[in-house]
């Protein structure tokens, strides 16, 4: 793990009235898993945001095991905008605890979640996001 890299890491997503914000909350914590986090609802949000590189650990792996790492690797310099790089996921395969990119917002049906990362390096973080 790039032990050197700094990053903020939010993952926001919104939440309609038919939906169970705890559903919602459930999905996201189903990407980042166990790493430290806070965690913000309200106002049909729900956010976690951490400054624990382990916390994109699972993202890191899941690319890596289902063998997307190019077209991730596209697709994050793409969504690269300064020192920030954003991704979409898919809300209903994080359900199941699946990374799924989304190029789109309209890829998930009920929104997709948004995870944010800020970094010192960002070229660097793709890099590692998406290496073998």
């Not at 063998?67 to 994080?94: C, E, P, S, Y």
């Amino acid at each position: 793990m790039e032990a050197s890299l700094a990053v903020t890491i939010s993952l926001h997503a919104a939440v309609s009235p038919s939906e169970d914000p705890a559903k919602v909350l459930a999905a996201s914590r189903n990407i980042l898993g166990e790493c430290a986090y806070s965690v913000e609802e309200g106002d049909g949000m729900v956010a976690l945001r951490s400054k624990e590189l382990t916390c994109l650990q699972k993202i890191h792996d899941q690319l890596r095991d289902r063998q997307v790492r190019g077209a991730a690797n596209r697709l994050l310099l793409r969504m690269r905008d300064g020192r920030r790089v954003t991704m979409l996921l898919n809300r209903q395969a994080a359900t199941a605890g699946v990374v799924a990119l989304c190029t789109s917002a309209t890829e998930s049906p009920l929104g997709p979640l948004v995870v944010e990362i800020e970094t010192n390096n960002p070229d660097r973080l793709i890099d590692w996001l998406t290496a073998y």
